[in-house]
């Protein structure tokens, strides 16, 4: 399995970015078995979970953006979102994409969001 995400970038404070995780080396049967997570890892900080969705669509998300980011997941483009909305300073980092399964764990190359005026 391999994981690529897209859409991270420059954005001012109270802007929005939707980030894109793609997998590929699966058929989307297979995608549709794993559990999703988005994590985000500023300078000098441990990498931290955002938002996760199961194979049974049950969602969370950390506290620090509940109610600004969104998670989402298409089963047929093999593909999970991360809709961020009224984006904070405080939200840039490096964004991974992260699809795990019982003892199963790919991660991606990670797509940089910086949050700045």
């Known amino acids: 399995v391999q994981l690529v995400e897209s859409g991270g970038g420059l954005v001012q404070p109270g802007g929005s970015l939707r980030l894109s995780c793609a997998a590929t080396g699966i058929n989307s049967n297979v995608f549709n078995i794993y559990n999703m997570a988005w994590y985000r890892q500023a300078p000098g900080l441990q990498r931290e979970l955002v938002a996760r969705?199961?194979?049974?669509?049950?969602?969370n998300y950390a506290d620090s953006v509940k109610g600004r980011f969104t998670i989402s997941r298409d089963n047929a483009k093999n593909t999970v979102y991360l809709q961020m909305n009224s984006l904070k300073p405080e939200d840039t980092a490096v964004y991974y994409c992260?699809?795990?399964?019982?003892?199963?764990?790919?991660w991606g190359q990670g797509t940089q969001v910086t949050v700045s005026s």
């Open positions: 992260n699809a795990y399964l019982g003892r199963q764990d790919y």
């Open positions: 969705t199961t194979n049974s669509r049950n969602s």
